[in-house]
């Protein structure tokens, strides 16, 4: 065993619990994070230059910054999210709400970082494009209106998994599990974070298709019964079984959301000219 792997089992629960003890820290901002690193070490090296040159600093810890805008724009928070009817499965028959959601915002500022070439607005575009490639990979950005996407569909949380789980609430909505209690859980049982790849080679020609199927694939996993969403299949108490068996879904959907998110710089920057 490494010196390095030594040490991140001593320190690393000890980092992570002063980082959640933050009520700032959100973890899923972490997987936006993990997106955008992984999606930087994939890019084509003339897209790296690029970004670099609309960037003082690296993508990963800017991935953040179309939630940390939200109440100075408050027009833009739809855009992190879309509320479906239960049991679409097809995202191209739901009715696009005026106010916008996360597909409509994701194809159109996809278009709009390959097409804009003033550097603030495209520098924008870019940090919406990793941001919210991130939310349409979560499955519960695709839940439904009447839950608030799982934000009012509450478990029990059991004192002793809230002990794990470093929480100091009686009780969970199903978005923050998805949101992060996952990874934390994991974590907290492996005692070392888990690396992420990106494995999957995706080759992009019109962005607008390839957004609507990757949103119709996430709607797969909110129409899942082992995610527990659909009505009749809803938990009543957050358990270890559930955590452990959805937490390599979600390191999928992380893993997926980064390759994705490389090709579609890759294509915008592609655009040139």
Known sequence: MSLL???????????????????????WDMGHR????????????????????????????????????????????????????????????????????VVSALISQAQRLSTLRAREPRREALLWVAHLIGDLHQPLHLGYADDLGGNTYRMT??????????????????????????????????????????????????PATAVLRWANETLTLVNDPAVHYLEGTRLTVLNRSYLKQNAPVVTLQLERAAARLAALLDWAFRQEG
């Open 5 to 27: 792997h030594t040490l991140s089992r001593l320190f690393l629960p000890l980092a992570l619990t002063l980082l959640w003890s933050s009520a700032a820290f959100s973890w």
């Open 157 to 206: 949380l059991p004192p002793d998994l809230a002990v794990d789980l470093n929480e100091d609430r009686d009780n969970v909505s199903m978005h923050a599990v998805w949101d992060g209690l996952i990874q934390r859980y994991d974590v907290h049982t492996n005692g070392v974070l888990e690396t992420l790849e990106t494995t999957e080679v995706v080759v992009i020609t019109e």
């Open 34 to 101: 993990d997106i955008c690193r992984m999606a930087m070490a994939s890019v084509q090296e003339t897209t790296r230059q690029e970004i670099g040159h609309l960037l003082e600093r690296p993508l990963d810890t800017q991935c953040d910054w179309a939630d940390r805008i939200k109440k100075q724009r408050p027009e833009t928070r739809p855009w992190h999210y879309f509320n479906i009817p239960p049991g679409t499965r097809h995202i191209e028959g739901v009715p696009r709400p005026p106010e916008g959601d």
